[in-house]
């Protein structure tokens, strides 16, 4: 019993000294890898090498299955441990020892060490408990003897606390919102790396720019935010008075740019609050507007990289009848008398609007007014590292560019952002899909499970029988409002006699921006979406460009939207033109109102059609219709609607087949709505 009880412990032993080798090499690569107090973690590199390293080595090898039966390890039997539990505090000596050199040789976004007092405390404890662990493994292993105050240089340390405390006053840590007032921090990010880097000057210490506002996106230079660090797919969080000035404007900014902050992503980790709120929005049936709120919270943007330093800058107006120039720069170390300068500030001071001043003026980052003659002393004036701002935003990372993958493509999608392989042009997505159970009604209405914050959505779908099977019929969809939309149909009564249980399977399409968005339907792809107009005909033929590349089983779906509901338009007849990749509609009217009825010079009719890029399954959000000014579920079809709760509908169901030929190997389904 006693040999079992030591090969346990023995067993626990050399699995704890495996712990140690990792915690050893991380300690390792973090000093290898330090930018800050260098001298810090060159004492731990070597105390590492040295000491600790040798101490697990040695250890692995006396209580190693091998290492126990070799006798040559008999002369190191005087090493072996004198307490065994001993072994715990070491480790835990060595955890802290990587804790503290990793938050000294990095900027981090939290600070564990304030100022130098605090960093020599815990530097002497942490070397201290060390020394004190290794004699209580044995008093016989050797230990290096370290000068702490050597190790402690003053520079180094007055410089990392410097630049610690910089990050942390412009709340560098925390995720950004650009509002209507420019860009402002959020909530705080869990942890977050960021390298600080001097400028250099070589070239010149003052910047000049000279920019024309030509497009949306340069209005961004306004608030200091570079038009290139932000994507234009990331421009839905930018509110639009932001970047919807006026055209014809112009900026001019001298900087004196002394600081550059960059940021990996691969060093941010977000908090775990956060993740847990974009995985509760994602399971909502309002994604976009929870997800909105969430990263209203917690900021849209992180700083990649951006500049601190001072500045100087002013946006003005163009005078009438003076173009547009080409965006002009040049670097000086001179303080602003050359005759560059002066065309340079000649051009812009002659072509733009000043307001209020006798002479044209420009403003610090907080709100200093400078005129021409002025400029020279502010130059003068500058110290390096007092007072500074962000000058420049450069890079901006996405709040979701920051997930895992599978959760990022999902925030993505509801975003509209879509994958490289996918159609950028497309924004719709299949909102929501529903079953109205057919009476004897002509009319239904379908109520939406929540008021919608948009009209702007289509309806598809089309008559099935309970198996599925697609049914002729003529169907309007109408009076479509963020509440509900109504939908007439004309069904032949021999029809109805031979499927007593009719279905029209409809689905949703719009952006998800509209308030609803399923997660029912959000595997489902929408390859393309247009609408065609065209003015009254009896019958008439359209031709539709289908887009290149499209997937062996796609699906076309169709629907017609009515300017006044006297007609009742119905495809024909489809074509599919592969060497044209093209598709010919035949549109035929079958009421039995005279074509003279109608305005036939104007386009007041829509043919909205979009491509599904293969079948799915889908369970109906909507399932509770209800007949015109009638109770929601028809009595005596209970149990139905019961059945319809659990029942999935393929969307091939919603069409038919047609096979192209002479090869006959492409399979389309035309999903038909009248």
């Known amino acids: 019993m006693s040999s079992i009880h030591n090969e346990e412990k023995i067993v626990k032993i050399v699995k704890l000294l495996s712990f140690m080798s990792d915690d050893i090499n991380e300690i390792k690569h973090i000093c290898l890898k330090a930018r800050y107090n260098k ?22 090898l006396l209580y190693s299955k091998d290492g126990q039966e070799d006798d040559m390890n008999i002369e190191l039997e005087h090493l072996k441990l004198e307490n065994p539990n001993a072994l715990e505090k070491f480790k835990t000596s060595l955890i802290n020892i990587k804790e503290f050199t990793k938050f000294m040789t990095q900027i981090y976004g939290s600070i564990s060490y304030k100022d130098a007092v605090s960093i020599k405390r815990n530097f002497d404890q942490i070397i201290d408990d060390y020394r004190t662990c290794v004699k209580e493994l044995n008093p016989k292993l050797p230990m290096n003897n370290i000068n702490k105050q050597e190790c402690l240089k003053a520079e180094e340390i007055n410089d990392f606390i410097e630049k610690q405390s910089l990050m942390m006053n412009k709340k560098l840590n925390h995720g950004f919102i650009i509002c209507d007032r420019g860009i402002y921090s959020a909530e705080y990010l869990a942890q977050f790396q960021i390298n600080i880097n001097p400028i250099n000057e070589n070239i010149g210490k003052f910047h000049v720019n000279l920019v024309p506002i030509k497009q949306r996106k340069d209005n961004l230079l306004k608030y200091h935010i570079m038009p290139s660090a932000i994507g234009l797919e990331n421009f839905q969080f930018i509110p639009n008075q932001l970047i919807d000035e006026p055209p014809n404007c112009v900026y001019l900014e001298i900087q004196h740019p002394l600081w550059e902050l960059v940021s990996d992503k691969e060093n941010i980790k977000l908090p775990e609050n956060l993740i847990k709120d974009i995985k509760d929005a994602l399971k909502c049936n309002n994604p976009h507007q929870k997800l909105m709120q969430t990263f209203k919270h917690y900021g849209h943007f992180v700083p990649s990289k951006l500049t601190l330093g001072h500045k100087l800058y002013r946006v003005s107006y163009l005078k009438k009848h003076k173009a547009l120039f080409e965006k002009k720069k040049i670097v000086t170390h001179e303080y602003f008398e050359s005759n560059e300068f002066k065309e340079f500030w000649d051009q812009w001071n002659d072509t733009t609007i000043h307001f209020n ?14 005129e021409r003659k002025d400029i020279k002393d502010w130059a003068s004036s500058l110290s390096n590292n007092v007072n500074l701002e962000i000058i420049s935003w450069d890079e901006l990372y996405p709040l979701y560019e920051l997930l895992d993958d599978n959760l990022k493509q999902k925030v993505k999608t509801i975003f509209g952002i879509n994958h490289l392989a996918e159609n950028t042009r497309i924004k719709e997505k299949m909102l929501m899909s529903g079953v109205i159970t057919i009476t004897d009604s002509s009319y239904y209405i379908v109520k939406f499970p929540h008021e919608l914050s948009s009209e702007n959505y289509r309806i598809f779908g089309r008559l099935v029988t309970q198996d599925g099977k697609p049914i002729d019929a003529i169907i309007k969809f109408k009076a479509m409002t963020i509440h509900n939309f109504v939908v007439w149909i004309d069904i032949d009564k021999t029809v109805k ?48 460009q ?41 549109i035929h009217d079958y009421s039995d109102i005279l074509s003279n009825k109608y305005d036939q010079s104007k386009k007041e009719y829509f043919f909205h059609w979009c491509i599904i890029s293969e079948d799915h399954e889908i369970l109906p959000d909507v399932l509770k219709s209800r007949e015109a000014l009638v109770a929601d579920i028809p009595i005596g079809q209970e149990n139905q609607a019961d059945v319809l709760q659990k029942k999935r509908f393929p969307l091939s169901s919603i069409g038919q087949d047609i096979y192209e030929k002479p090869d006959g190997n492409a399979a389309i389904t035309i999903a038909l709505s009248f």
């Not at 001298?39 to 692995?60: C, D, G, H, Q, R």
């Not at 001043?357 to 400078?370: K, P, Q, R, T």
């Not at 076309?556 to 007609?567: G, I, K, R, T, V």
Request: proline share 6%; net charge negative.
């Open 39 to 60: 001298s810090i973690s060159n004492t731990f590199i070597e105390l590492i090498m040295l000491s600790a390293e040798p101490i697990v080595k040695l250890y692995l």
């Open 357 to 370: 001043f006798d002479e044209s003026h420009l403003s610090s980052m907080n709100s200093g007014i400078f």
């Open 497 to 544: 006699s031979i499927h007593p249980n009719l279905q029209i399977f409809w689905f949703m399409t719009g952006l998800p921006e509209i308030g609803f968005y399923s997660p029912n339907t959000r595997n489902v792809s929408i390859l393309e979406s247009d609408s065609f107009a065209f003015a009254y005909a009896k019958e008439q033929n359209i031709q539709l």
């Open 546 to 586: 289908l887009p290149k590349n499209l997937p062996k089983n796609w699906i076309l779906c169709s629907s017609f939207q009515y300017h006044n509901c006297m007609p009742s338009f119905a495809t024909t007849n489809i074509q599919y033109d592969k060497d044209n990749n093209e598709i010919y509609v035949t």
